[in-house]
T-cell receptor, first 116, second 113 residues
């Protein structure tokens, strides 16, 4: 009964490169969320997706960042032309129901992105 | 915007004692709350949740108390163990308006053997 799976666990990129972070939700979960966490800070919401649809991307920067959750395969958070300020831990969560259905989100162990 | 915060950034307790971690929220319309535990290098782990129509909920060794009057949430851990050492976050969501969960900064709990 696998939980939320994220890969890679650690990702190192040079400035200007692209970073791709993957997330496979828990079995039976069709709602996926991406969060960003800086050291000693709480989680900041980025984007909420359902299969093939972006429901809420209000927390995601308008430029360089994109997310998808295709019909088949994992959800992808993509950061183009990375800058040093993108260094952070990125967490994915999934839930069985919508965010306002009073069901908890379950998290993966994150991807630590380091920009050189 | 939303504001979810914690009274104390760090807490140290002796093994076997009870721990109380507090959380304040600002949105009186918040109606669903979750406590998460995050160990170093790992993602947040669900501990317990509570809906606003309740003021207390118990799990295994944990109790969550909700005081809607003062917009305060607490997590009580009974007989704290070294394995409980972690950062604890509260998160809140608002029914009908919330695609987002808002997370507090976290309280770092250290259990002294």
């Amino acid at each position: 009964n696998a939980g939320v799976m994220q890969n890679p666990r650690h990702l190192v990129r040079r400035r200007g490169q692209e970073a791709r972070l993957r997330c496979s939700p828990m079995k039976g979960h069709s709602h996926v969320y991406w969060y960003r966490q800086l050291p000693e800070e709480g989680l900041k919401f980025m984007v909420y997706l359902q299969k093939e649809n972006i429901i809420d991307e209000s927390g995601m920067p308008k430029e360089r960042f994109s997310a998808e959750f295709p019909k088949e395969g994992p959800s992808i958070l993509r950061i183009q032309q990375v800058v040093r300020g993108d260094s952070a831990a990125y967490f994915c969560a999934s839930s069985q129901g919508a965010p306002n259905s009073n069901q908890p989100q379950h998290f993966g162990d994150g991807t630590r992105l380091s920009i050189l | 915007g939303e504001s979810v915060g914690l009274h104390l950034p760090t807490l140290s307790v002796q093994e076997g004692d009870n721990s109380i971690i507090n959380c304040a929220y600002s949105n009186s319309a918040s109606d669903y709350f979750i406590w998460y535990k995050q160990e170093s290098g790992k993602g947040p782990q669900f501990i317990i949740d509570i809906r606003s129509n309740m003021d207390k909920r118990q799990g295994q060794r944990v109790t969550v108390l909700l005081n809607k009057t003062v917009k305060h949430l607490s997590l009580q851990i009974a007989a704290t163990q070294p394995g409980d050492s972690a950062v604890y976050f509260c998160a809140e969501n608002t029914l009908n308006t919330g695609n987002q969960f808002y997370f507090g900064t976290g309280t770092s709990l250290t259990v002294i053997p």
